[in-house]
């Protein structure tokens, strides 16, 4: 199994930046592509970005695309999410994900593909 906790959540003024991680533990966190996804209270959960295993290929959501940026350190078991003009709309628990095929694509976007999920961090994001 993967364990995954994130951090760097928190409120921040609309404009603003934050940057959330997320420490990987357990099996070998190198080997599975990651994900961040968001969920605000009442609404589905949505895809934000992901990462394939070895950093290659990087997928993000068109509504973050320019603003976010996501990467991985797999020296260190992290995978982080830098949040830049963050706008009311992004308000929501971050999570992060792993995805053990392999593989990679278009697929990652989809939540269910994902093994391992994190609790979540809070960002809140005021106008």
């Known amino acids: 199994q993967v364990q995954l906790v994130e951090s760097g959540g928190g409120l921040v003024h609309a404009g603003g930046s934050l940057r959330l991680s997320c420490a990987a533990s357990?099996?070998?966190?190198?080997?599975?592509?990651m994900g961040w996804f968001r969920q605000a209270p009442g609404k589905e959960r949505e895809f934000v970005g992901a990462i394939t295993w070895s950093g290659g290929n990087i997928y993000y959501a068109d509504s973050v695309k320019g603003r976010f940026t996501i990467s991985r350190d797999n020296a260190k078991n992290t995978v982080s999410l830098q949040m830049n003009s963050l706008k009311p709309e992004d308000t929501a628990v971050y999570y992060c994900?792993?995805?053990?095929?392999?593989?990679?694509?278009?697929?990652?976007?989809?939540?269910?593909?994902?093994?391992?999920w994190g609790k979540g961090t809070l960002v809140t994001v005021s106008s």
């Open positions: 357990g099996r070998t966190f190198n080997t599975y592509n």
């Open positions: 994900a792993a995805e053990g095929s392999r593989f990679g694509g278009r697929y990652l976007i989809e939540a269910d593909e994902y093994d391992y």
